[in-house]
């Protein structure tokens, strides 16, 4: 638990400095907090698979356990992805540049 809370802090604090270098991310407020956007929709997501997992598909033996699993990622998977998308579409910006970074 502590391994992977710790995953996710650094990668979005990395995301939100990384994004903080451009001067398109850097002018709305919005775009900045993008990577905090997405973990915030992420909640309200994981709570409506959570509440189709115990209260609509419900698992009575234990071969019912592994579909109930690929179910689980399958409604997240379909909340999330239409939900990244507009929040893209909302909150950022239509280019982007990154002075202190070299292509190569």
């Given at each position: 638990?502590?391994?992977?809370?710790?995953?996710?802090?650094?990668?979005t604090?990395?995301?939100?400095?990384?994004?903080?270098?451009?001067?398109?991310?850097?002018?709305?407020?919005?775009?900045?907090?993008?990577?905090?956007?997405?973990?915030?929709?992420?909640?309200?997501?994981?709570?409506?698979?959570?509440?189709?997992?115990?209260?609509?598909?419900?698992?009575?033996?234990?071969?019912?356990?592994?579909?109930?699993?690929?179910?689980?990622?399958?409604?997240?998977?379909?909340?999330?992805?239409?939900?990244?998308?507009l929040?893209?579409?909302?909150?950022?910006p239509?280019?982007?540049?990154?002075?202190?970074?070299?292509?190569?």
């Amino acid at each position: 638990g502590a391994d992977l809370f710790g995953s996710f802090a650094e990668s979005t604090c990395a995301a939100l400095v990384i994004s903080s270098r451009s001067s398109e991310y850097g002018a709305q407020w919005g775009s900045m907090c993008f990577p905090l956007l997405i973990s915030a929709c992420g909640i309200f997501v994981c709570i409506i698979t959570t509440f189709v997992a115990t209260n609509l598909m419900l698992v009575h033996k234990k071969e019912d356990i592994e579909p109930s699993l690929k179910r689980q990622l399958l409604v997240s998977t379909v909340l999330m992805t239409p939900t990244i998308f507009l929040l893209s579409q909302m909150f950022l910006p239509s280019t982007a540049t990154f002075p202190d970074f070299v292509r190569s």
